[in-house]
């Protein structure tokens, strides 16, 4: 009987998470996992969203959840570098106060 091997672990690099240019559903999936294991080992989750050509509602949905328990579990929770893309997507869906993103990055 021939059975297929379980795939690795994600590995958690240091760093920020850096968002896909195109955040589809199916990079959420990737960047669910990312997120969890962010939360669960370190002090802060810094997510970098400068290559963000395109942000489907299921990134956002993600990124709104981890702010939500990095506040509740006390960790520091900062988007870096938004693309004039990610916060023109941000600002139609009215995402801006709970994605923690300032005036300041807004009117960039």
């Known amino acids: 009987m021939n059975s297929m091997p ?3 672990d994600p590995v958690l690099e240091e760093g920020p998470i850096v968002l896909p240019a195109n955040g ?3 990079a959420a ?4 996992v990312r997120l969890v294991l962010a939360a669960d080992r ?3 989750i810094s997510i970098d969203a400068s290559q963000v ?7 956002l949905q993600l990124l ?5 328990e990095a506040d509740a579990r006390g960790l520091d929770f900062e988007i870096t570098n ?10 139609a869906c009215r995402l801006a106060a709970p994605l923690g993103l300032s005036h300041k990055e ?3």
């Open 64 to 68: 709104v959840a981890a702010r939500a």
């Open 82 to 91: 938004p693309s004039e893309a990610f916060l023109a997507r941000v600002q």
């Open 42 to 44: 370190l002090p802060e």
């Open 24 to 26: 589809t559903t199916v």
């Open 106 to 108: 807004l009117a960039q």
């Open 53 to 59: 050509e395109n942000v489907g509602q299921a990134v």
């Open 6 to 8: 379980s795939p690795p």
């Open 29 to 32: 999936e990737e960047l669910q």
